[in-house]
């Protein structure tokens, strides 16, 4: 990955961070946005090598903006990371907010879009590299009580496979990540939400979740790191249109 060109967005938690992290370490030159100002500033502190910029991936002017001036100081792009994500809200369909459920379609799958759009402009006229969405086994399965959550990532695996169709002639390559439930303090967000809408206790939504995969077992975000850092290499040179589960198997939903 030496002088590899990445970008990130949401990279100042969770998967994202664990990605901007491997990249770097692996010699990579990496960009990251987050919605959280914080974060950035943390980041920008632990990483003084990194791009990093407080972004709402749903706004336009603010994407433009930072995707401008990645393109202006690198002139070009190897790997682009549209990971930015949110759980969303939780609950039966005829209970939710429509505005929280336009919120979560926004983040996950407009955000995308905007940063899908730059990147097929910037690699098309190179003639090469690896956009890399992060999607959901919410989007190869369904998730009851999280319909927004899952809508936008079933939509990402649709985004995912026509992006490689239009762009794999330029030389462009498209693939997808799926993680299952990822350590982490989001998961216990989804988790406290989850009891509410359920009913059931936090404890006993943890036990489904291990319960419905092969492995019985979470995955950490690292292993979504290892994932990511196999598909930019050349190893996985003709790998593209896919939609790679990290989830341990899952067996059910629950």
Request: charged share 25%.
């Amino acid at each position: 990955m030496a002088n590899r060109r990445v970008l990130i967005t949401g990279g100042g938690s969770g998967i994202g961070y664990a990605l901007a992290r491997r990249f770097e370490a692996e010699g990579a030159r990496v960009a990251i946005c987050d919605a959280s100002a914080d974060a950035v500033a943390e980041t920008a502190r632990a990483h003084p090598g990194m791009i990093a910029e407080t972004v709402d991936v749903r706004d336009e002017a603010q994407m433009t903006a930072f995707l401008d001036r990645v393109e202006t100081e690198w002139d070009g792009i190897d790997v682009v990371c549209a990971n930015a994500g949110t759980g969303g809200p939780a609950g039966r369909i005829e209970d939710l907010d429509y505005q929280e459920w336009q919120d979560c379609v926004g983040v996950n799958l407009f955000g995308t879009f905007l940063t899908c759009r730059w990147a097929a402009r910037v690699m098309r006229a190179q003639g090469e590299g690896l956009v890399l969405i992060t999607t959901s086994t919410s989007g190869l399965w369904g998730h009851p009580y999280r319909s927004p959550y899952a809508a936008a990532k079933w939509g990402l695996v649709g985004l995912t496979k026509t992006l490689a169709m239009e762009l794999g002639p330029a030389g462009v390559r498209v693939n997808a990540i799926a993680p299952g439930a990822v350590e982490g303090d989001r998961m216990e967000r989804v988790l406290r939400k989850e009891s509410e809408a359920s009913g059931k206790s936090v404890d006993e939504l943890r036990a489904d979740y291990v319960a419905c995969t092969s492995l019985r077992s979470w995955v950490s975000a690292d292993d979504l790191a290892d994932m990511a850092l196999f598909l930019a290499s050349p190893a996985a040179a003709k790998i593209s249109g896919q939609v790679m589960a990290v989830d341990g198997h899952t067996e059910s939903i629950n």
